[in-house]
């Protein structure tokens, strides 16, 4: 499998491209409104003085970061806003890479694409542990596949593409093995607003010198376009102090800054923003979620019910997650979801649906007509 | 020289910190108000669709890189909309020494910091070639300095920190000796509507494929903190058409994609402004570079006369550009310069003051009652 390019790109293009109508299923883009607060923040920087459109500080901005800080119970020197967890991710990797005590990543088979293309891309040997059939990771299969070369275990919970929100003993257990190999876990946390099992901690709970956490304001102010993230790294004084100098330094070297206006915009949001907001953020996609899977029930298909994220993978007897296969469902059924072929090995079966549309009855549906 | 952080930043911090007036001549932020058309385009952005909140293609806004595509003359296919100059330098050396043809880079003395951060960063053997008195680079010297081993010759013109802008010939000529060794010219031309001199012309003019031509709007519309820049690659197609792949690659895997807002702002200016405001911007310049060069004159410094970008650099007799004395001209002067040994060993004398203030004759007053 090819992962340099995700395909989500590609799987848009050929959607947008369609003759007919489709409903959109492939990108973790958010369809509803962003919090209020957002927009007036941009609003009122729009009309801000010059001197706040020149450079924020490269680390970002620093009321932002106190806030972020402020939330994660965190010092404010271990925070490093990033452009969307995309970068921040990036940096949690080339750091612990960086460190030169190993150059071995392991992942989850299936597997968010773009760590995979990451780790190509840094040249890093790549290791998949396959989850169970309900998306949970079994540690004494990570710990089986970590060894002295391993520099990186990167997880995500609430999980992409599965659903899966892994429980506190998962997280405490994969932060053992990165302590006992002296490697770092990369907890991307993206959809922690998107919890549904009251179950999700963070990673940050385990107050390990060995974790860095990964977040973003893409989902849960529904602005993914906007790029504002961050990662927590480990004290700076701590063993793995170096890991936040590398990755300042990294980011900025490779991006100078972060985009102000978006990272303004955030702020006030992340400061006026009410807890219900989230909340209907949550309801809405529960929602989605017993539709969807009521309809795919009435279809005969297999599916994961998500515990957390928006995204529902499905099987159909006799049609593999292939792209070829997404590509006639765009054309023959008018639903567009991505070939879990894309996400690695183990779910190669399956495809997978992002619940970020209010037709979800009528996707379900299409499906069932086409596929029943 | 430890090239790794900038050291704008420390600069900046320590001025912000002082107990007295100072005026800052440190960073590249422009003090003028963006072009009208920016601040509506952020406006309506923050009242538009739920949609536009999401990712923006990763290579950037269709229409944005349309607009810059036809201005620069170029196929749309070539143009990467980046997180300013600042990413595409970066994916510019890293698509050049990812050839793997070479690990070599030049650059001259002095040298834009990031440059140099850049090459350090990336494991690249770094060679630099002295400018003259004037800021202009000798072609014959880089030919020299060039090997089989050079992946990348990267120039600034109109240049930071020097003001030098080099006659077409002299782009000419590094074109020329970057196809001879199969290397690609970089060519940042961020300065590129603050040439004084009529002379400059782009190294994109050359319609050579060993050309990537590096910009932003930071500069022109006086945004340094939106981050939205662009590079122009060599043909797809080409002899050198993977580096444009390279570098999409690249910058999917490190930022997916770039701030949308931002990018909605510039496009919408990009249309609207006029020719005059970029004039406006020329004519203030000019005439702040006027009163502080004779300001300087009475002060008995030596200094060079810019014909490009913002930056006049001066030297004082007895008084070298050390880290340690531009504390001292903060704390006790009131001015705040950047260090000229930040810029290499050529200009290790010099001190670098940025005319992105109108105290310009009082900046001048100041250092001519210190060290005249």
Do not use: C
Not at 1 to 14: A, G, H, N
Not at 41 to 53: H, I, K, R, W
Not at 286 to 304: C, K, P, Q, S, V
Not at 330 to 348: N, W
């Amino acid at each position: 499998m090819d992962y340099e390019t995700p395909q989500f790109f590609r799987v848009m293009q050929y959607a947008a491209r369609a003759e007919r109508d489709v409903v959109d299923m492939v990108s973790g883009n958010p369809d509803w409104e962003p919090p209020a607060a957002l927009r007036e923040g941009l609003a009122e920087y729009a009309d801000g003085e010059v001197s706040d459109f020149q450079y924020p500080p490269s680390v970002g901005l620093t009321p932002l970061r106190d806030e972020i800080a402020e939330r994660r119970g965190v010092d404010r020197s271990r925070v490093l806003v990033t452009n969307g967890a995309g970068e921040a991710n990036h940096l949690a990797m080339t750091s612990a890479l960086d460190r030169g005590e190993g150059d071995e990543v392991i992942m989850t088979d299936p597997v968010y694409p773009y760590y995979a293309g990451r780790a190509n891309l840094l040249n890093a040997e790549s290791t998949y542990v396959p989850v169970d059939e309900t998306g949970q990771v079994d540690p004494a299969a990570v710990r089986e596949a970590t060894t002295d070369d391993t520099a990186a275990i990167v997880v995500n919970s609430p999980n992409n593409p599965t659903g899966a929100v892994y429980p506190p003993e998962t997280i405490e257990s994969l932060v053992e093995i990165a302590e006992d190999h002296d490697a770092v876990l990369v907890s991307d946390e993206v959809y922690d607003h998107f919890d549904y099992t009251g179950d999700f901690e963070s990673a940050l709970a385990t107050d390990s010198d060995h974790v860095v956490a990964t977040n973003s304001f893409s989902k849960s102010m529904a602005i993914t376009g906007f790029r504002v993230g961050y990662a927590v790294f480990p004290d700076e004084d701590g063993p793995l102090g170096e890991l936040v100098e590398r990755a300042r330094t990294r980011h900025m070297i490779q991006n100078v800054a972060g985009s102000r206006p978006a990272q303004y915009a955030v702020l006030r949001a992340l400061r006026e923003t009410p807890p219900e907001y989230y909340e209907r953020s949550r309801e809405r996609l529960r929602e989605r979620i017993d539709r969807f899977t009521d309809a795919l029930d009435a279809a005969g298909a297999e599916y994961t019910t998500p515990g957390g994220s928006f995204y529902v993978m499905a099987r159909f007897d006799g049609f593999p997650g292939t792209m070829e296969n997404v590509e006639r469902l765009i054309d023959e059924a008018g639903v567009a979801g991505m070939p879990g072929e894309a996400f690695g090995e183990s779910r190669a079966d399956w495809l997978r649906f992002a619940l970020v549309t209010p037709r979800v009855d009528e996707a379900a549906e299409r499906l069932a007509d086409y596929l029943g």
